[in-house]
C-alpha cells in the first residue's frame, strides 16, 4: 500500500482510538445481530453529550444521510428495500452515502464472541438465511481483512469524482466481499471495482491516496456529532432538521412510511416490474432483490429467474448461500 495512505490511515486509526478506545470494550462486528438488523458501536458518553452541526441545500427533496460500511452484512441485507426504495421515491429523496468505519484494525478490540478474522465467517454465514441474501464468508478464513478502512476511503475517491458511479462502486465492493471471498482492502481488488464502474481510475487512484482520506474522517467527525452508532442508520432529514432515523434492518414498509410522515404529499412512482427493466436499471440482483422489486415471492422468483438462465437470457452466478443473476449482453 502506498506510504503516504498507510500515514494517514495511521493518524485515523489513532483518532478513532483516541475517542472511543477508553470507553468501547468491543470490536464493533461482535454487535452484529440480524435479530436486531444492525451492525452496531457501543455508545461513548461524549456521542451522548454531541450535536450535530451541519447543513443540507434548500430542496423539496427530503435528505438521507445513509451511514454504512462496505462489510457491513446488515446493510447487504437491506439493499434489496433499498433498491427499490429509490425506483419509487427517487424524485421525492436524495440520499447522501457516509462510510462509518465499521472495523478500523484488529488490533484495537480483540476480545468477547468475535475477537479474530475466522470468527466473523460462522456469523456471515449465520446471517445470509435471514435476510435471504447470498454470503459466503470464507474471506475472513481464506484471506481476512485488517480493517474497512481502505474500502471506505476507495469509497470517499469514487463519490468526489461521480456519485452516482460511487453507487455502483460499492456494490461491486460487496458483491466482491460477500460473494467473491476476495479481500477488498486490496490495491488490485480496488481498482478492479474502480475500473469496472466505469470510474477515471487515474484520477480515483490519485484521490484515494489524498483527498479521499480527509474526507472520509469528516464522515467519522460527523458521525459522530449525530451520535451514529450502528449500520444501517438512515437519517431523515428535511430543511436542516433531522426528522426521523431508521437504524437497521427494516421491511420496505419503514422506508415508505418515514417519507409519507414527513411529506404526505409525496408520491410514489410507478415503474416496470417486467425483469428487462429491472435488469436494464441494476444489472445483477439477488433473488431476493427479484423478488422484492417484482412484488412476487421468492419462491416464484426463484423458479422464474432459474427459467430466464436456461434461456440464456440471464447468467447464474451461484453462491454458497444464495444466487446473483446477472444480465446476459446478449439477451434481447
Known amino acids: 500500500m502506498d506510504t503516504a495512505l498507510m500515514t494517514v490511515l495511521s493518524i485515523l486509526l489513532n483518532f478513532f482510538n483516541a475517542n472511543h478506545l477508553n470507553t468501547m470494550n468491543n470490536n ?24 450535530a452541526e451541519f447543513t443540507t441545500a434548500k430542496t423539496d427533496k427530503i435528505k438521507i444521510i445513509y451511514y454504512t460500511d462496505p462489510i457491513c452484512s446488515s446493510c447487504w441485507g437491506i439493499e434489496a428495500q433499498l ?32 475477537s479474530k478474522p475466522s470468527d466473523v465467517a460462522g456469523h456471515w454465514e449465520e446471517v445470509s438465511p435471514h435476510y435471504k441474501m447470498p454470503i459466503d464468508g470464507g474471506v475472513w478464513i481464506e484471506d481476512p481483512l485488517n480493517s474497512s478502512y481502505p474500502p471506505s476511503i476507495a469509497f470517499k475517491a469514487a463519490q468526489m469524482q461521480d456519485e452516482k458511479k460511487a453507487i455502483v462502486f460499492l456494490r461491486i465492493l460487496r458483491e466482491m466481499v460477500f460473494l467473491d471471498k476476495l479481500n477488498i482492502t486490496k490495491d488490485e481488488h480496488l481498482e478492479k471495482a474502480a475500473a469496472l464502474a466505469k470510474l477515471d481510475v487515474a484520477q480515483w487512484k490519485d484521490d484515494y491516496e489524498s483527498k479521499a482520506q480527509i474526507e472520509f474522517k469528516k464522515d467519522l467527525d460527523l458521525g459522530k456529532q449525530l451520535g451514529v452508532r450502528g449500520f444501517p442508520t438512515l437519517i431523515f432529514v428535511k430543511d436542516d432538521e433531522m426528522l426521523d432515523v431508521l437504524y437497521g434492518f427494516k421491511p420496505y414498509e419503514e422506508f415508505e412510511k418515514r417519507v409519507k410522515k414527513i411529506n404526505p404529499q409525496a408520491k410514489k412512482k410507478e415503474y416496470s416490474a417486467d425483469w428487462q427493466n429491472l435488469f436494464a436499471v441494476y444489472p445483477t440482483l439477488t433473488t431476493q432483490e427479484f423478488a422484492v422489486l417484482s412484488n412476487i415471492s421468492f419462491e416464484k422468483s426463484q423458479e422464474f ?28
Not at 429467474?305 to 434481447?332: C, P, R, V
Request: with cysteine; glycine share 8%.
Open 28 to 51: 464493533p462486528l461482535l454487535n452484529c445481530d440480524y435479530e436486531k438488523g444492525v451492525c452496531e458501536i457501543l455508545k461513548t458518553p461524549a456521542d451522548e453529550s454531541s450535536s
Open 83 to 114: 433498491r427499490k426504495f429509490k425506483l419509487e421515491y427517487g424524485d421525492a429523496v436524495e440520499i447522501d452515502y457516509r462510510m462509518g468505519g465499521l472495523l478500523p484494525s484488529w488490533d484495537i478490540y480483540n476480545s468477547g464472541g468475535i
Open 305 to 332: 429467474l432459474l427459467n430466464l438462465s436456461a434461456e440464456n437470457k440471464l447468467k447464474h452466478k451461484k453462491i454458497k448461500n444464495g444466487d446473483l443473476w446477472i444480465l446476459n449482453s446478449n439477451s434481447n
